[in-house]
């Protein structure tokens, strides 16, 4: 469901009648470990899987009445996040001006920059041309596995960071699933664009290699978005510093890291 015209027009009044109504209500001394709350988050299976288990952990050692959903973000999120169904939208920030100015005005949310990656190629661990180096034109007309934000989406996120270069590659497959790509990219000779720890990750699962791109590649960067209703309030407050916190704490548990770099140093001898 999308919001009309009106609605949105309507929006702004309300915000600032709210946004005074709960800074009034708000709890200073919010305590997490005192606390029963439930947050809502809407992002990727990739941000999913790197907040997982350090969140996990956040809430049984220090939160033990705090409680968290975490689901697949839409391209609707951010008008959900507007009207109050979720708490925040962790996104590529490449896709943040869009999504939201399209839908709301930018000053009824706030934003920060949570996580950059170094972007890696993936391609399966028997294609020897990859192996051997491509050069752009190479990796360019090789077919493509690639990620899509959401439904109605019809370009790649890889393809988005070539567009600056004036660059097309030869899309073949696209999900709105981080976790679908390296299966098929280890049962084809597809290539595909992935942060660099997922690559690492994958590498460990998966009969996949990863290398940087034959292009200067920006890193990747997430971003976390919220309400600007909630920019003083103590539980978000709580909730944005333990995202920001459990997002750079690492993809991989060092043990499986390592066990991960044995496995492609036995594949290359």
């Known amino acids: ?48 899987a790197m907040l997982s288990a350090p969140l996990s952990s956040v809430m049984a050692d220090d939160a033990p009445g705090v409680s968290v959903q975490i689901h697949t973000a839409q391209r609707t999120s951010v008008q959900s996040l507007m009207v109050g169904n979720i708490d925040m939208v962790i996104t590529p920030t490449n896709l943040l001006n869009a999504g939201i100015s399209s839908q709301v005005e930018n000053d009824s949310v706030n934003h920060e920059i949570v996580l950059r990656e170094p972007l890696s190629c993936l391609a399966s661990a028997n294609d020897d041309e990859f192996r051997a180096g491509l050069t752009l034109d190479q990796y360019l007309q090789r077919p493509h596995a690639g990620y899509v934000f959401g439904e109605g989406s019809v370009t790649s996120m890889e393809q988005t960071y070539l567009q600056h270069l004036g660059l097309k590659q030869n899309d073949k497959l696209l999900v709105s699933s981080y976790a679908a790509l390296a299966p098929a990219v280890a049962s084809t000779g597809y290539l595909s664009l992935v942060p660099l720890s997922m690559a690492k990750a994958a590498a460990t699962l998966f009969p996949v290699q990863y290398a940087p791109p034959p292009f200067d590649a920006p890193d990747m960067e997430w971003s976390m978005v919220w309400h600007l209703r909630e920019d003083r309030s103590s539980d978000m407050q709580w909730l944005r510093a333990t995202v920001k916190k459990c997002l750079n704490t690492g993809f991989m548990p060092p043990k499986l890291y390592a066990l991960g770099q044995a496995k492609q140093r036995r594949n290359a001898a």
């Open 1 to 48: 469901m999308e919001l009309t015209p009106k609605a949105i027009k309507l929006m702004a009044p309300l915000d600032d009648a709210l946004r005074s109504l709960e800074e009034l209500l708000a709890r200073a001394d919010f305590d997490p470990a005192e606390t029963e709350r439930c947050f809502k988050i809407a992002t990727t299976d990739f941000i999913m």
